[in-house]
């Protein structure tokens, strides 16, 4: 009996630690309130967090509130260690009302730190890069809005922001996902287009033009390089790849520093060179620069995509089916040209239910679209917008992942949906 007793609760602690292991606490939803004095208006802020990628990309939410004004942000979260969370330079704005902050978000930008309350309760606490950004409300907006958009513009500038966690619901909204994938993104966020690699090992050179720059440079959620000082001389270390999904960030740690970063990291991978560079404008002063790495083995790198022989529902009057594949992967490329005469054409495609693109322009050069997959059975759908001016509206679909690649004729009038069917297979780790 004793004997059983101990294994029972061998049994249970096992599985306590997994269930420990597993538990990300930073997805869900967070609030505050500021309030810099009597008379002046209150500003609400309450960030929303979605399930990471890979856990180290988090797509996330923040709106602010204040007096009539409200807003909210779509932005991207990047693990940099186990407590804290890079903040995108960019914050895109779905809804801004009555007037627009414009730029002035710049200022909510460096690295969130996790911490507990002496109630234990966890927050979320900002720990700015500085900069020599400057930021003036615009004159419309001060005459009429003056108090509230000089409120929300020291909040966002100086306020000493302390977000408290208030469920653990992850944020899914309805463009959640477009955040992780640069080219359906609205905004830059600091993440790069994926990059395919041909060799697992690999070299990182780190090096700025600014001798007092320091940077970190994480790969999976592991720091490579711990706030590395640079200088002219490059800093060297080996990197080791995963198969498949590879995250590689830099994260820029000037905190006390004025002057912008500059510094530079370049990825050597056999003869492919990827450069990740601060110094350029779109990731000037931004905390972090990240990109997803995907390195398959030989064997691995099969051509053509299976055809899926599993049952289906049958096609509608309207529908005209293209194919019907198997992929192993959650991000295909679907590359879009007419390979004809360029007479107007344009297309809207959907997947899942849900719209990527709308009056898409097809032209003779290659156009290229990343579109994500849920498990299991996926459809993709082309609608004809007009019949340009050489009816019928005609172009040619290929299907991309990696070196696998599939062809398609597209040819669709308005009313009338083509349909490419994809089945996405979850590889085991």
């Not at 990471?52 to 693990?79: M, R």
């Not at 970190?216 to 000082?229: F, I, M, R, W």
Request: charged share 25%.
């Amino acid at each position: 009996m004793i004997r059983k007793k101990i294994i029972l609760f061998f049994c249970l602690a096992v599985t306590a630690v997994k269930s420990t292991a597993q538990y990300d606490p930073w997805p869900g939803k967070w609030q505050m309130e500021y309030a810099a004095g009597s008379g002046k208006p209150t500003v609400f802020m309450e960030m929303q967090i979605a399930i990471a990628e890979k856990n180290i990309l988090y797509p996330a939410h923040i709106s602010l509130q204040c007096d009539s004004f409200y807003a909210g942000y779509e932005l991207l979260l990047v693990k940099k260690s186990a407590r804290e969370l890079g903040i995108s330079k960019n914050k895109y704005p779905v809804s801004e009302k009555p007037f627009s902050l414009a730029d002035a978000t710049f200022f909510l930008n460096g690295i969130f730190d996790y911490s507990r309350d002496f109630k234990g309760n966890p927050i979320f606490t900002i720990n700015r890069i500085q900069s020599k950004h400057n930021h003036r409300l615009r004159p419309d907006t001060m005459k009429t809005n003056r108090s509230t958009a000089e409120q929300l513009l020291l909040f966002l500038k100086d306020a000493d922001i302390k977000l408290t966690k208030i469920n653990s619901i992850p944020w899914n909204g309805f463009y959640s996902e477009r955040i992780l994938s640069p080219s359906q993104s609205p905004a830059y966020f600091g993440l790069l287009d994926t990059i395919y690699v041909p060799a697992r090992d690999g070299f990182i050179h780190l090096s700025s033009l600014n001798k007092n720059d320091v940077v970190t440079a994480a790969l999976n959620g592991t720091v490579v390089s711990d706030k590395q000082s640079l200088n002219r001389k490059p800093y060297k270390e080996e990197i080791l790849l995963d198969t498949g999904l590879n995250i590689l960030v830099l994260f820029a740690d000037n905190f006390s520093n004025e002057l912008p970063n500059k510094g530079k990291m370049e990825l050597e991978s056999g003869k492919k060179k990827i450069r990740f560079d601060f110094s350029k404008r779109e990731d000037s002063a931004a905390s972090f620069i990240a990109a997803k790495l995907f390195f398959e083995k030989d064997k691995d790198r099969e051509i053509y995509f299976r055809e899926n022989n599993l049952p289906d529902k049958p096609l509608k009057e309207n529908e005209k089916l293209l194919g019907n594949v198997v992929s192993v992967s959650r991000q295909l490329n679907l590359a879009i040209w007419d390979d004809a005469v360029e007479d107007g054409d344009s297309i809207s495609i959907n997947i899942n239910g849900e719209w990527v693109a709308k009056g898409f322009p097809v032209k003779n050069s290659p156009q290229f679209i990343t579109v994500t997959l849920k498990p299991g059975p996926n459809t993709i759908t082309f609608a004809g917008d007009n019949l340009g001016s050489i009816p019928p509206n005609t172009s040619v679909l290929e299907l991309i992942d990696g070196k696998k690649r599939k062809s398609f004729m597209l040819e669709t009038v308005p009313g009338e949906d083509n349909l490419l069917k994809i089945f996405y297979v979850l590889k085991p780790d």
